[in-house]
Structures are given as C-alpha cells and as structure tokens.
C-alpha cells in the first residue's frame, strides 16, 4: 500500500490550498480514510475523515466551514480543499487509511494504519 501525498506549499492566510492523496495498492472507497496535520511541537490531530459506509464526512471544529475532504473514486485519490487559511493551520499535513472499516471513521491518528509521507503547508500572516 502506498500514498502519495501533495499540493503543500506556501500561501498567506486567507488564500487557498488544495491537497491530494493519490493511493496505490487498496481501493479508498472501501476503507475509512482521513486528513491529519501536526505542527511543530504538537500532536498530531485529526482534520477530516470520510467514513466508507456512507460517505459521511466529519471535520474539526476549527476547520469547519473552510476545508473540505473528498474522494475521487476513479483515481483512487482523496482531496483536502484548503479555503480561508490561517497562520494556525501551518503544519505538515498527512493523509492516511484505517484498515479495519469501523461504523464511522475516526479522528484518532493511533486508529490508522497506512499513512502518506506528509506534505508542508505554510501559511503566512
């Protein structure tokens, strides 16, 4: 199982970024799949996750009404759409899959098991 990560960089807050998980190796719809990001010094926290039985989505209330997780089922890829940002949304940013499908996807890092090797974002004030 691979996944690849990208679309980090920099951008000054109130811009927009967008994220892509491109995976290799598994099916994404089958699986509960999530956004995670850590900043220096923090524990990683969970952003977003789409749960595979419904394609429900939950987010963190901080990133409520600017980010938005997808998935595109014909590329096996997963999105984060970034809108509104904020100098605290500076990170690295990971994308990962749960491989045992529970009923609703988790924001817990410790309940995922494959993960993409993380991709920078920087948001300057």
């Known amino acids: 199982v691979q996944l690849q990560a990208s679309g980090g960089g920099l951008v000054q807050t109130g811009g927009s970024l967008r994220l892509s998980c491109a995976a290799s190796g598994l099916t994404l719809k089958d699986y509960n799949i999530g956004w995670f990001r850590q900043a220096p010094g923090k524990e990683r926290e969970g952003i977003s996750c789409?749960?595979?039985?419904?394609?429900?989505?939950n987010y963190l209330d901080s990133v409520k009404g600017r980010f938005t997780m997808s998935r595109g089922n014909a590329k096996n890829t997963m999105y984060l759409q970034m809108n509104n940002m904020k100098p605290e949304d500076t990170a690295v940013y990971y994308c990962?899959?749960?491989?045992?499908?529970?009923?609703?996807?988790?924001?817990?890092?410790?309940?995922?098991?494959?993960w993409g090797q993380g991709t920078l974002v920087t948001v300057s004030s």
């Open positions: 990962a899959v749960d491989n045992l499908v529970g009923p609703s996807c988790s924001p817990k890092y410790y309940e995922y098991d494959y």
């Open positions: 789409i749960t595979s039985s419904d394609g429900g989505t």
